[in-house]
Every structure is written in structure tokens, then in C-alpha cells.
């Protein structure tokens, strides 16, 4: 079960070996080897072993994400967690967007290693006539069926392209893929919507027909695209190589900071899997125009200008919806940011006007329909 680095033996009783929990899917797998990659870059790399472990979101491939999540426990998180606490783990991989904003007493997360493309993606059934490449243009072409099991991208896609059809679909992405490819074309799905950074990490780069992002009404979940270092509270040896594999520098800093902003934002908003939030974080020099690159989100951890002394703006916009899409607060705040705390001001504080404009009612009525959101077909 274990898969030890190769890391070389640097004295007679060799490096400690960092036992590192991860789920047990192909991604998160490739994702833990994220890890180990930016592990072995260190001077003195420790010996790894990997830990895969099937959580109860893996365990039920059935039941919308919504309805588990009411059983109260973490779904991609619990059973790792509890090993992490044992001491059987030393600290686990996570995608950063299944990560709960409230962990449990003694651990801590932190964002690690470079931020892919944060946004989420559009992937058309193979062999599909016609030449759709969009959302709207499906909605052009006579509707369809998007599948998608999250909440957030269903009210989205509910608010901005009211034609089209919400079928809920689980699985891991190779699941999700063959279900849209080998169902019967009017008995399956017409597309898909998911994470752009797993679709790429699994190497299915050229599946992906378009980009979502906030021209097309969609703003991605907290923390997606970045991975999630969780660990002991107080563990100075993992917080060590933590700072170490970060390098310090202004990119990887920035990526700590914006997710650390995102995950504030939707704490104070008492989001999750089942509540509709989603976010957009980018950076601007201070005194600069904010710096836009559709390709691809500016705080991916491979800025080169890194100079620690000259603040930077967090450009934060949030979203949070009604589950049926026909209620919607949007959010815009720029903040002077140069650590966590002030990143987490950010979050905060926009949390704070999205509520006073009328998102806590959106999310009180949320909560007091749970019942209705369980019901939705593919909420």
C-alpha cells in the first residue's frame, strides 16, 4: 500500500519518512504526486510514503453530494482525518475545494505548490453532431442536458442559461466521462461541467471544449485548482517542509493568500458542498490596473516578480445564488494584501456586504428548505 519516494538515504539512520494520507482516486493520486514532486526538490528531501484511503463520498457513488453532506461528516475528509489524528498519518493531499472551511480540533490546512486554472470546463458527449462547443451555443442549438453533481454550478448555469436541463451525475472524472460517452444519446447527458484543474492533471486536456469563467456566468468554488496540505496543529517538522517547498516566494505566498481569502469568505458565509457560493480571486500591483489573463487565473504561484516588501490587491468577486438560480448577490472588493490576515480581511469583509445585500437571506432559505434542495434533480 505504501509507495515510498526515492529519495536517498543521507545517513546511517536515513531521513524520516512522511506518511501522506490521500483519497484513492486516479486524481488524487496524481495530485499526491504533485507533492512528492515538489518534495524532492529540496535540499534534503524526506522519504514519502503514500497512504490512499476510501473516504464515504467514494463510497456512495449514488446519492447526491447535497443529501450526504446532511449526514454532518466531511465527505472527502473524515476517514483520513481520523488516521491524521491517530498519528498514523503525518498530513493528507487534498483538492483544497473539498476541504471544510470548519476542520476538525488539531488540524490546519494550508494551499501548497502551484494553482492550476481555477475555473471550471465544458466537455461535450464524443461524436456529438454539431459542432457545440459552449453552453450557450447548446442553448442555441435547442437545449440540452449538463451533467454535474455540484449545487453551485447547477443554480449557475439555472440562472444564466435558463433552457437547459440539470441531470445530477457522480463518480470520479473517468466515471463521469464514460457515463456521458456510452449512454444512448437521448437517454444520457449532452455535456459535462467540471474542474478544469483535475481534467488537466489526468492528462484530458483535449476533452475540454471550452472555459467557464464569469463572461459565461460561472465563478468557480473556493480553493479549486490548488492543492491542500492538511496536517497537525503544532507539527513543526511538516509545517518546515511545508515553508520549505514553497520556496517563500511571492507566487507561492499569493496562492496561500487568495485561497485563504476564498475559504474566509465562504466560512463567515456558512457555505459548502450545498450551499450555491462562487468566487473569483486575481492580483493587481498597488497604483497598477489589475492584470487579466483569460488563459489562465494570475495567482497560480508562478509570478516571477516577488518582492515581498510591494503589496499587492486582491481582486475578490463572489456570488452566491438561490438554489433554483432566480436570486442572485454579486460582490466586488479590492484589498491591500501582504499576509494571511489580511487576506483574510478580505474575505471577511466581503462576506459581510454580500450578506448585508441580501445574501443571508438567500442562504436562510436555503437552510430552511433543506428538504426542497434534496429533491432537485441533480441540485
Known amino acids: 500500500m505504501a509507495s515510498p519516494s526515492t529519495a ?31 518534495l524532492s526538490t529540496l535540499p534534503s528531501p524526506p522519504l514519502t510514503e503514500i497512504h490512499p484511503t476510501t473516504t464515504a463520498g467514494d463510497h456512495n457513488q449514488t ?36 476541504v471544510p472551511t470548519k476542520l476538525v480540533a488539531g488540524c490546519v490546512v494550508r494551499a501548497v505548490g502551484a494553482r492550476e486554472d481555477p475555473r471550471d470546463v465544458l466537455i461535450m458527449r464524443a461524436g456529438r453532431p ?13 437545449g440540452g442536458i449538463v451533467g454535474t453533481s455540484s449545487v453551485r454550478r447547477a443554480a449557475m448555469i439555472r440562472r444564466r442559461y435558463p433552457g437547459l436541463r440539470i441531470h445530477d451525475v457522480r463518480g470520479n472524472v473517468g466515471t463521469r466521462l464514460r ?39 460561472i465563478l468557480h468554488a473556493v480553493g479549486q485548482g490548488a492543492l491542500g496540505l492538511e496536517f497537525r496543529d503544532g507539527d513543526e517538522w511538516v509545517e518546515g517542509l511545508l515553508a520549505a517547498a514553497g520556496g517563500g516566494g511571492g507566487g507561492a505566498r499569493r496562492v496561500g493568500w487568495a485561497c485563504a481569502a476564498e475559504r474566509m469568505l465562504l466560512g463567515c458565509l456558512e457555505g ?19 492584470k487579466s489573463n483569460p488563459g489562465r487565473n494570475n495567482n497560480d504561484g508562478n509570478d516571477d516578480h516577488d518582492d515581498h516588501d510591494d503589496a499587492r490587491i486582491l481582486v475578490m468577486r463572489a456570488m452566491v445564488l ?14 491591500r494584501v501582504d499576509c494571511y490576515a489580511a487576506a483574510e480581511e478580505c474575505g471577511f469583509e466581503l462576506a459581510k456586504d454580500l450578506v448585508k445585500r ?22
Open 130 to 142: 454539431g459542432g457545440v462547443t459552449t453552453l450557450q451555443g447548446l442553448l442555441d442549438t435547442g
Open 179 to 217: 457515463k456521458l460517452d456510452d449512454a444512448e444519446p437521448q437517454q444520457g447527458y449532452d455535456c459535462l461541467v467540471l474542474a478544469g484543474a483535475g481534467v488537466l492533471r489526468l492528462g484530458l486536456g483535449d476533452r475540454i471544449a471550452s472555459w467557464l469563467g464569469r463572461d459565461e456566468g
Open 63 to 98: 446519492a447526491s453530494l447535497h443529501a450526504l453532506a446532511a449526514g454532518g461528516k466531511s465527505l472527502w475528509t473524515h476517514e483520513l482525518e481520523a488516521l491524521l489524528l491517530r498519528g498514523e498519518l503525518d498530513c493528507i493531499v487534498h483538492s483544497l475545494k473539498d
Open 322 to 335: 438561490a438554489v433554483d438560480g432566480t436570486e442572485c448577490v454579486e460582490g466586488e472588493r479590492r484589498h
Open 272 to 290: 459548502g458542498c450545498s450551499v450555491p457560493v462562487g468566487v473569483e480571486t486575481n492580483w493587481e500591483d498597488a497604483g497598477r490596473p489589475e
Open 8 to 38: 536517498t538515504l543521507t545517513a546511517a539512520s536515513g531521513p524520516r519518512t512522511l506518511r501522506i494520507g490521500t483519497r484513492a482516486s486516479t486524481l488524487a493520486l496524481a495530485q499526491t504526486r504533485l507533492f512528492t514532486t515538489l
Open 358 to 379: 441580501g445574501a443571508g437571506a438567500i442562504l436562510e432559505k436555503i437552510t430552511l428548505n433543506r428538504g426542497m434542495l434534496e429533491a432537485q434533480d441533480g441540485a
